[in-house]
């Protein structure tokens, strides 16, 4: 199934609160993460006028959006893009959508936005996450240990990332 990535527009917002609010996302995600429809609209707004160094992303199949991934510059000096928020809609699961949109993105960022390094950071209990981003080429650099406060426990993460020259 082709699946197919694009630069989220602003009826798009209802999807990706609904999205970022899931039992089956949030509790993967960080503790920043916009949770009004007014602040995931002022994201988008950004990620429209500033595309070069801020992206909020639509996966879509057969035209129907499953998931959101973003982006932001995270050094203009050394051409780092901090990736984050992969997110597939629970009812699009089991068909590994996420690897194919993150290698588009891959693409994206480091072929025509012309990022040299691309990193993210997952937490090590995302093992699901974990395993994707090894699928997808990304190569783990280190574990911050217990450095987030997670439901009163500290959890460590996993720091992964990718080179232009590890591109296929
Ligand atoms: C990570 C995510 C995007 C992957 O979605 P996806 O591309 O649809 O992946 P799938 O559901 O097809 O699952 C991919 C594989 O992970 C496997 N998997 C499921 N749970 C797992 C676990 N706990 N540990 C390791 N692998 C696991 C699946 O079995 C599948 O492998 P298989 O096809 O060989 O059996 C999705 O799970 C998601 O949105 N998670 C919540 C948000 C999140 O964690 N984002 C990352 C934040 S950094």
């Known amino acids: 199934m082709p699946v197919e990535l694009r630069r989220a527009k602003p009826p798009d917002a209802d999807f990706l609160l609904e999205l970022l609010g899931n039992e ?6 960080g503790p920043r993460t916009a949770a009004t429809r007014d602040e995931v609209l002022e994201e988008i707004d950004r990620s429209l006028s500033e595309p070069e160094s801020f992206g909020r ?3 879509e199949v057969d035209g129907e ?18 990736l984050e928020r992969l997110a597939v809609h629970p009812r699009f699961r089991g068909r590994k959508l996420g690897d194919g949109a993150a290698r588009l993105f891959q693409r994206h960022l480091l072929e025509e936005l012309g990022f040299h390094r691309l990193e993210l950071e997952i937490y090590a209990f995302n093992e699901r996450a974990c395993a994707h981003a090894e699928r997808v080429g990304f190569v783990r650099e280190g574990r911050k240990r217990k450095a987030y406060l997670k439901d009163g426990e500290w959890v460590d993460s996993v720091l992964y990332a990718m080179l232009a020259e590890d591109l296929d």
């Open 24 to 29: 089956d996302v949030r509790p993967f995600l």
């Open 57 to 59: 992303f639509v996966i």
């Open 65 to 82: 959006p499953a998931g959101m991934l973003d982006f932001h510059l995270a050094s203009e000096r050394n051409r780092i893009a901090r």
